[in-house]
């Protein structure tokens, strides 16, 4: 009777393992099934969306359906990520998003209403954004060495911009502060235009930013690029040194995009979508008008992209902590 028992608990086993089986394919199959939605979290006609727009055409190609491109904008990204926090976890409503939406604003606000790596699931990281140490030209420094005797000689004389508390532009110079033991003071601005004004005027001396900006004012004159934060030298300032070779031994501290869906969207979905994304990668044209925006292209599928994610978001922690920054 018993063995009876096993053996009828077996089949239904082995039957509820093949329908769920045959229903994940079946999904993936359909999928998708009816446009996809690329919510963004920032207004149109930023990096993100420049981002977003380049990859969504050859997206549409991949796919078979439409890509269509949603902005909810607010609080640092995260209007846009509640949004996609609460989409039907079907695959057809993904996010776009950078550095500060998935792993500084947890640490950054004390009421986010949502958690990157519990209430997401990572599909592909797509680029890494490094970031210029930039100097006002009066500053007499050439390189990132006698930038820190000058700086160390003059502790708290020497002022740093940024875009904003607790933004990537605020958290690599205090990381930078960290590595060397630096005493410089933070001027937050409303956004990165008025902070580079300032840079340029000599009101601060110091400034992380963007390539793209920082590459074309540097060769105007107008700020003198000292290092950038990538492991190897970027393509806009093939002269300037990476941090690590001007001395600061393991200073890699790079931005980054990627796509990620609500949690719980069938792997089989997230495979697709990532497998689309890395096919749209490998197109030259993707990877030099990509480089062109100041993103290096740096494909991760969804299992790595996961592993990184996890790997950075302590690491973003300990700089926020230390920074000091703090919103609600």
């Not at 590595?179 to 937050?188: D, K, Q, S």
């Not at 393991?250 to 990620?260: C, S």
Request: positive net charge; charged residues 15%.
């Amino acid at each position: 009777m018993k063995s009876k028992i096993a053996l009828k608990t077996c089949w239904t086993l082995a039957a509820g393992l093949l329908l769920s089986v045959a229903a994940s394919a079946q999904t993936a199959a359909s999928f998708p099934s009816k446009p996809v939605r690329i919510v963004v979290g920032f207004p149109a006609g930023g990096p993100l969306d420049q981002h977003a727009r380049l990859l969504s055409d050859r997206l549409q190609a991949v796919l078979g359906q439409p890509v269509v491109m949603d902005y909810k904008a607010g609080a640092g990204g995260t209007v846009g990520a509640q949004d996609v926090m609460k989409a039907p976890a079907d695959g057809h409503t993904i996010m776009l998003a950078n550095t500060g939406v998935m792993v500084i604003n947890p640490a950054l606000y004390s009421r986010l209403p949502y958690a990157t790596l519990k209430d997401f699931t990572p599909i592909a990281r797509t680029a890494m954004q490094p970031l210029a140490l930039l100097v006002n030209p009066s500053v007499p420094a050439k390189n990132l060495q006698e930038f820190m005797a000058y700086a160390k000689s003059r502790p708290g004389q020497v002022n740093f911009g940024s875009a904003g508390n607790g933004g990537i532009s605020h958290l690599v110079p205090e990381m930078f502060k960290t590595a060397t033991g630096l005493f410089m003071v933070h001027i937050p601005y409303r956004g990165s235009a008025p902070a580079f004004t300032d840079l340029m005027g000599g009101q601060v001396q110091f400034m992380a930013e963007s390539i793209p900006q920082a590459a074309a004012y540097h060769k105007q004159g107008k700020v003198r690029a000292l290092a950038v934060t990538s492991k190897e030298r970027n393509p806009a300032l093939p002269d300037v040194p990476t941090v690590i070779e001007s001395g600061i031994k393991g200073f890699e501290v790079v931005g980054f995009y990627g796509f990620l869906a609500p949690a719980g969207t069938p792997k089989d979905v997230v495979a697709k979508l990532s497998d689309a994304f890395g096919q749209v990668m490998q197109s030259p044209d993707v990877k030099s008008r990509m480089v062109s925006q100041g993103a290096d292209p740096a494909f991760l599928g969804a299992d790595d992209f996961a592993k990184f994610l996890a790997a950075e978001m302590p690491r973003w922690a300990d700089a926020v902590k230390k920074s000091g920054a703090k919103l609600d």
